[in-house]
């Protein structure tokens, strides 16, 4: 596996498994160990997505001993005057006594406080890594001017039709590597693995276009977290660091760039006023 090294010397795998919607009891578990049968190491979660006791279960009994495991949660907004308790219960329903990397998921509310408590639980050696999701720059510059460890990652969505060009300069500046979430566009949109500039790098490197979706992240030194329940395509999207992309082909995959995230900017009231709705 590769890796991209936080500013404290953490290493975080290349590419990841993401758990949103992995729910089910069987069905779930068994893409879980699907996932670390395929080589995967890095497993994120999130309070939000209801399955920490789910993800917890499957991992304990991976066989794969904790340390070569890297296990993310994600803060919920809501709990962001007082999250102690609901991360202690992070800790438990994944059944860890150290979190590998534990994200603040939205820039919602009182993240500020939330920051605090994650930098707390840092220092005694809880949590090996600290980071934000949904950040965009401005509100990323902020929280860096005013908090005393920097976020070490932001997680935030990137893919063909949402690169985020001018905001990944921004993060460059200021030194916070990302990690890709929906690098297949959510599942919102199955016309991106039939863009022509896609599927001509599939067929000239004998890859799938989901492949060389993933591969065109991973290639910028982004890190990926593509979810699948599906066993050939949970190893398919493993399978992605043993090619590179020509120039010509990175160039051909940017101008798909429609500047449109599947899941929403943290500034899109339409998604604000849906996630504070929403009852979990
Ligand atoms: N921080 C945040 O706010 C945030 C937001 C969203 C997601 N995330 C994280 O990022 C992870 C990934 O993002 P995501 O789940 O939104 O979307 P994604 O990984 O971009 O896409 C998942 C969808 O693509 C399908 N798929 C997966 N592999 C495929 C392949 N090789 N070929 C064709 N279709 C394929 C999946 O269906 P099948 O399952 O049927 O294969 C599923 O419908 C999440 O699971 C979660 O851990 C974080």
Redesign the pocket.
Same mark, same amino acid.
């Given at each position: 596996m590769e890796f991209i090294v936080l500013s404290n010397n953490v290493k975080v795998p290349l590419v990841g498994f !993401?758990? $949103? +919607?992995?729910n089910d009891p069987v069905e779930g578990k068994r893409a879980i160990l699907d996932a670390i049968k395929a080589g995967y190491r890095l497993f994120?979660?999130?309070q939000q $997505?209801g399955n920490e006791k789910l993800v917890g279960e499957a991992l304990s009994e991976c066989g794969v001993p904790r340390e070569e495991l890297f296990i993310t949660t +994600?803060l919920h907004f809501k709990v962001f005057d007082n999250p102690i308790p609901r991360l202690e219960k992070s800790f438990k329903d994944l059944r860890t006594d150290y979190l590998d990397l534990v994200?603040i =998921?939205?820039p919602f509310g009182n993240y500020y406080n939330a920051w605090r408590v994650l930098e707390d639980y840092y220092k005694k050696g809880k949590i090996r890594a600290i980071g934000v999701?949904?950040f965009e720059p401005g509100r990323l510059i902020d929280l860096i001017k005013n908090v005393e460890i920097k976020p070490m990652i932001n997680?935030?969505?990137i893919?063909a039709y949402c690169q985020r060009k001018e905001d990944i300069e921004w993060y460059k500046k200021f030194d916070v590597p990302l990690q890709a $979430?929906?690098?297949? !566009? =959510? !599942?919102s949109h199955p016309e991106m693995?039939q863009e022509e500039a896609v599927i001509n790098a599939a067929k000239a490197h004998n890859k799938?276009?989901?492949?060389v979706l993933i591969r065109y992240i991973t290639q910028q030194g982004i890190s990926v977290?593509? +979810?699948?329940?599906?066993e050939k395509?949970i190893k398919?999207?493993f399978d992605t660091l043993d090619f590179s992309l020509s120039e010509e082909e990175m160039n051909a995959i940017s101008k798909l760039d429609k500047k449109t995230p599947?899941?929403g900017r943290s500034e899109d009231p339409i998604l604000v006023e849906r996630l504070y709705a929403k009852n979990d």
């Open positions: !993401g758990t $949103y +919607k992995v994120d979660t999130a $997505y +994600k994200i =998921h939205w999701s949904n997680q935030i969505e893919n $979430y929906s690098p297949l !566009g =959510h !599942g693995q799938t276009p989901a492949q977290i593509p +979810k699948s329940s599906n395509r398919e999207n599947s899941v």
